[in-house]
């Protein structure tokens, strides 16, 4: 009779799920109850369903999927190697998904994504796993931003569009098969942030492509778009680039005006707008420009390019003083910031490079934040896309480098995994160094083409002087074929009333630079601060 009980009871279990059987739960067959592992196996029917698929052959395996029940991510990690190192398994796409799943729960979730989107043939992973994965990283989890894969299109339909766009944006579009870039585009919401984001890009790319009309208007449109994270005052200063572009020199300048001090990118646009008036052949207000522009205390801010500006604009009116008084600014100006980018193209590593870098873990960076170090690094390295994405990859792999160690260090306690978890620790080191190296490369890369242009400017610079000299020399000749000694106004030498003067030869407020007025009229020329 009490046979015949027992074998009901355990009938019973078996009926009510087949879990119970599947557990092998001795315990709970020969007591005739379920187990609380039991419950929690029950209660969690995708890893159910996995173990099922698995089919667990040994003790250490059944310890394993025990830790999963239990949602025991940790001892469940730990278990892996000596459940499944070296077993048929291990090598296949759902045990492969099942170790990066692991990895990511236990706050390796950038290792974990990586080797899951690595996996060669996805659909061949197990549904359970699938699921697993689903039900703890959605498509808002900034590790999307970070995971720098070949994207396969089967994780959209897991992941959702969301994800395919944060990994995708890490790529430049800039370069890309406009056709292509169309459809990118169209495959994300309307009014999303990732769809601002193609559109900003195919801006950029229509325009290098020298098809501004198109590019303008998909600007237009974008600067009124919901959930932009385009900088307005880039935009701005983008819309004056494409008018300047095309020709439209008035329209560009009042765009470039729009830029307020306070932006990062007012400098920027004062440079080109006096580029602007120079192309109208108004050297008279790329003077007034310029002279802000080369203002002594700029330094760092303002590019090597200003001062080309200003001694281009100076020839123009004969400003001959004025043009040897810029070029011998250049030194004191940017000899400094010269030398420190050929030090950069041989070692990168210097001081003021790690502290960008630790700025730009932070967020955006500014010159006025940087300090004196904004002169002895690359002119665009702060707003540089790429270096920030290295720089906060490296921040991402470097505190899953920190719980590698971590995790190292726990599991001396739990077996011999010793030599396994030192060598995930390495790994993940490795990576983060790698990362690091890559942005130090980055800013040597940065390095060498800003002293490129530099060189360029210079060379620029050299056929000014040489175009003044002929001036002055054609000047002499003229006056002594005349025979008279009189100060040309204009010329060097010149020392009346309407020699060129400024405000802040002497001390000057902030608020009255990239105010001066300049009137030139036969070559000479006098300059006042607006009232």
Known sequence: ???????????????????????????????????????????????????????????????FFQFLVEKNYEKALFQWATAFNGSSFQQTETGKALEAFLNYKNGLKLTGVEALLNISAPEKIDSTVI??????????????????????PYWTQVFGVGAEMAVLLQKNYVNEDIAALTELIKKTPTDSVERNLLQWQLVLNLGIRGDAGKAAQVLAHLMKAKNNPI?????????????????????????????????????????????????KGEPQNAIAITKTLTYPHFKGWVGIESYLLSSFSSLKVCDYPHVLETMKAIKPQFGEHLVALEKLTVDPNQPAVTNLMKALSVGPVSPEKLGKDAHMIPAHASRDEVLTLLVKRHAYLTKESELAEQLYARSLTFGNLQGQFETLKNQVQTRAQMTQGAGLQRVQELAKSELEDSKQVMQRLRIVEVEMIQQVDSASKFIKNVGTTESKMGSTGSTNKYAMSFANDKEIWFDELSNFKVDVKKGCAKASVKE
Request: no cysteine.
């Open 1 to 63: 009779m009490m046979l015949v009980k027992s074998l009901t009871v355990a009938s019973l279990v078996l009926g009510a799920h087949s879990v119970a059987f599947a557990e092998d739960d001795l315990m709970s067959i020969l007591e005739g109850k379920t187990s609380q592992a039991a419950a929690q196996f029950v209660e969690s029917e995708e890893v159910a369903k996995l173990k099922k698929a698995v089919n667990p052959s040994t003790a250490e395996q059944n310890i």
């Open 131 to 152: 699921s697993l994965w689903k039900e703890n990283l959605n498509d808002k989890d900034p590790v999307w931003g970070m995971a720098q894969v070949t994207w396969k």
């Open 231 to 279: 900088d307005k005052d880039l935009m701005t200063i983008t819309a004056g680039r494409l008018l300047y572009q095309n020709g439209f020199l008035d329209a560009s300048i009042q765009y470039y005006k729009k830029i307020g001090k306070k932006s990062d990118y007012w400098f920027q646009a004062q440079e080109e707008m006096a580029w602007a008036f120079m192309r």
